[in-house]
């Protein structure tokens, strides 16, 4: 287990990559930034002494997802609210109200420039033709659900003994489809 003052450290950079302007929405309005939740939260964690992986487990969740949900990306379900609770004892009971309202998901441009973003960024792009291509001759014409989706962040050894990161990506299909105007249920507006 870490050490509580290496785990401060390591949480440091991303408590102030969160600390966002204000954003407004297609509508004009402004939301407030999730950054300072996220840093409640961040401590809420630390004051638990688990990592994201304990988390995950105990709650039976992917680390991922459980990143996501304290990081103010996804939302607590109100049925999970009091295992939730249950795993981090500090969360204030306003936090949790907040996490139950459906987020503003977003990123600022800013996190590119994180190294660690940065480089599962470049990864993707590198690799996007790639990745499209051999989805497309194993599945056909669609592409991979980002929210029917989970993710989770490993560890393994390299044939040196290096350590080496791990993530996964498991989305569903989906297919794109031919528009037959027999098969559209909504009315045209075009007349």
């Not at 999730?34 to 939260?41: E, I």
């Amino acid at each position: 287990m870490l050490s509580s003052s290496l785990r401060r450290a390591r949480s440091a950079p991303v408590v102030r990559s969160l600390k966002l302007a204000a954003r407004r929405t297609m509508a004009g309005e402004v939301r407030a930034p999730v950054g300072d939740l996220a840093a409640r939260m961040l401590k809420a964690k630390e004051a638990s002494g688990k990592t994201f992986d304990e988390l995950a487990d105990e709650l039976g969740w992917t680390n991922a997802y459980t990143c996501q949900l304290i990081l103010g990306q996804a939302q607590l379900k109100p049925a999970s609210r009091a295992k939730f609770h249950a795993a981090l004892p500090a969360a204030a009971a306003a936090d949790l109200d907040t996490m139950e309202v459906t987020p503003f998901r977003g990123w600022d441009p800013e996190i590119l420039k994180e190294p660690h973003v940065y480089r599962t960024y470049e990864a993707v792009t590198h690799y996007g033709n790639t990745l499209k291509l051999l989805i497309n001759e194993k599945f056909g014409d669609g592409i991979m659900s980002a929210i029917d989706f989970y993710m989770t962040v490993g560890k393994t050894v390299g044939k040196g003994g290096e350590d080496r990161v791990v993530i996964t990506f498991n989305g569903k299909f989906l297919k794109h489809i031919e528009q037959n105007a027999a098969d559209n249920t909504a009315p045209s507006v075009r007349e």
